[in-house]
């Protein structure tokens, strides 16, 4: 009867964990590698000069805060800008149609825009007005006293007391 060798001093079982070894490392350093390209990555978004790994995290991590601040001031920014109402002027025959809307209620937006109309000499011939949830201004001013009036002007006025209103 022939004797058994244990696993290890089989000369063919040696070889293959050799390979199997070798392809472990193999898959380490390429691994390896990866991490260190991501890393590299990761300090040029971040501009970061950091050398060690930790570093670099830090300084991602702190970069991800800045994000994190500067979407939350475009939010803000955002929504205080869609807060102002929108304004539009259209020339009629005689006179212009003026529409002043936003989507929540203006408390004193409406005495702001009649003041807009008196300083352009605008007398309002016909109004429709709601302030209830929202508010919606739609008035039609005849000719102004001030012939060099025009669209655009009326517009710029209004919208200039619209803001006005806003800060205050």
Not at 91 to 103: A, M, P, R, S, Y
Request: hydrophobic content about 35%.
């Amino acid at each position: 009867m022939r004797e058994r060798l244990p696993p290890t001093s089989n000369p063919t079982h040696k070889g293959a964990e050799r390979g199997k070894r070798k392809r472990k490392m193999t898959a380490r350093e390429r691994e390896k590698g990866v991490l260190h390209e991501r890393l590299q990555l990761l300090r040029s978004v971040t501009n970061s000069s950091a050398p060690s790994k930790a570093s670099i995290i830090v300084d991602a991590s702190k970069y991800i805060e800045e994000l994190k601040q500067n979407i939350e001031a475009c939010k803000r920014d955002l929504a205080e800008e869609s807060c102002l109402p929108m304004v539009t002027v259209e020339t009629l025959e005689k006179g212009f149609l003026i529409n002043v809307f936003c989507d929540k209620n203006c408390p004193g937006l409406l005495v702001s825009v009649l003041e807009a109309f008196e300083a352009l000499g605008l007398e309002v011939s016909d109004a429709s007005i709601s302030c209830a949830d929202s508010f919606r201004l739609e008035a039609v001013g005849g000719e102004p006293q001030n012939e060099s009036v025009d669209a655009q002007m009326v517009r710029q006025v209004v919208a200039q007391a619209v803001e006005k209103w806003a800060e205050s």
